[in-house]
């Protein structure tokens, strides 16, 4: 049979595999321990923490959509992003975007002060400051694209060929954009990670992550630290998890035919300073996107006029955008970064990366587009009206 694609996976993920019933979605394994075959003699499963069949499933599902070898799921995105960090000694160096997602940032900085490895934070699209980076010979080059909240991307394939040119894995954040819409490992990278708390899921009903290798060996070492450390996900979440997935690709759709339309709208409107959306014709990456993604998400940040005054009478008059953290679920989401999702970020360090008090970002979700462009036209009206 020729490759399946992404809809397919997703749908067909664990159907049919029950041996015993015959179920035709697979049941949730909640037991924590399994039983042995014998003296000495292991199944396939022992106990919950080390492998879970629900989450094996799950793990196997976003493993076939990365087009990777072996999936690590985890109990959260940061674990996921811990766990990257196992792979390196106290003499290892580990770049990272400087305007990667704040949670890592924080992960990233506090760990590297406590002496467990060197970090070196840089902009990944300057090429002098890229190649002074490499030139320290990291382990891992950690890429996010696109970044968190400005949509800034980087070519993916581009930065990994100078990393592995200098022996560097390449590890990509690539949850703003799911296997749907972008496939980094097919793109040279050696891990693929996500907080499936976000698309993958769908509906903000769980919290997760998971990574995807190239290769066997870096997955089972990935997938030995995740059972040493005891980060590994929960059945339950796996469940959910899986469940979500099966409309991935579907809601992936929806969410971008509203994200079009409301970059748009914002684009037009005499109350927004500046849109940042790689779907917008003038965004700077524009053709990289066309290149190295299958579409552009539907994710958005803009700038408003009036500054923070204006921001909080947004805020408050949007009914249809909830003010909240996280991304990615069927239901539309606004956040203000600079004191929510990048709160941990010292002032200096979100005023590098582009954070301002007037900057809001949206997560738009699947409800009806035209209801939700007039929700934002009556809350901005509003905004400038004082
Ligand atoms: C949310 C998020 C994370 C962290 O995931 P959690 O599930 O919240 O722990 C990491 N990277 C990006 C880009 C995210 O949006």
Not at 177 to 197: C, E, K, M, N, Y
Not at 325 to 349: C, D, F, K, N, R
């Amino acid at each position: 049979m020729s490759e399946k694609k992404a809809a397919t996976i997703a749908v067909r993920a664990g159907i049919n595999s029950d041996q015993h019933h015959g179920a035709v979605i697979p049941a949730i394994h909640l037991s924590s321990t399994y039983g042995l075959k014998g003296f000495n003699e292991k199944g396939a499963f022992d106990y919950s923490r080390t492998g879970n069949p629900t989450r094996a499933t799950f793990a196997q599902a976003i493993a076939d959509l990365e087009q990777g070898a072996v999936g690590v799921v985890t109990s959260t995105g940061m674990a996921a992003v811990h766990l990257l960090c196992q792979l390196l000694d106290t003499t290892d160096t580990i770049v990272i975007p400087h305007d990667c997602y704040g949670g890592s940032f924080r992960l990233f900085t506090h760990l590297a002060k406590r002496g467990l490895f060197k970090l070196v934070v840089v902009d990944q699209n300057d090429p002098q400051a890229l190649t002074q980076a490499l030139a320290t010979q990291p382990k891992i080059v950690l890429i996010e694209s696109p970044s968190n909240p400005l949509l800034r991307l980087v070519d993916i394939a581009n930065v990994t060929a100078q990393a592995h040119a200098v022996g560097a894995l390449v590890a990509v954040d690539n949850t703003f954009l799911s296997p749907v819409l972008q496939q980094p490992l097919r793109l040279g990278a050696d891990i693929v990670f996500h907080s499936t708390t976000k698309y993958i899921n769908g509906h903000s009903d769980m919290v997760g992550g998971v990574l995807v290798t190239k290769t066997q060996a870096l997955g089972e070492q990935l997938a030995w630290w995740a059972n040493c450390i005891g980060i590994t996900g929960s059945a339950f979440d796996s469940y959910l998890a899986l469940r979500g997935l099966k409309t991935l690709p579907l809601r992936m759709q929806q969410h971008q035919v509203n994200a079009n339309a409301v970059a748009e709208f914002l684009a037009n409107h005499p109350a927004v300073e500046q849109v940042y959306f790689p779907g917008l014709s003038d965004h700077p990456q524009h053709q990289l996107a066309k290149q190295q993604q299958y579409d552009f998400g539907a994710m958005m940040s803009f700038k408003l006029k009036g500054g923070e005054a204006a921001v909080k009478v947004l805020f408050e008059k949007l009914q249809l955008f909830t003010l909240a953290q996280s991304l990615g679920g069927v239901e539309s989401l606004i956040s203000h970064p600079a004191t929510m999702t990048h709160a941990g970020m010292e002032v200096e360090a979100q005023l590098v990366a582009g954070i301002t008090a007037s900057l809001v970002r949206l997560s738009v979700g699947i409800e009806d587009v035209n209801d939700l462009i007039a929700d934002l036209s009556q809350a901005l009206a509003a905004s400038q009206a004082i």
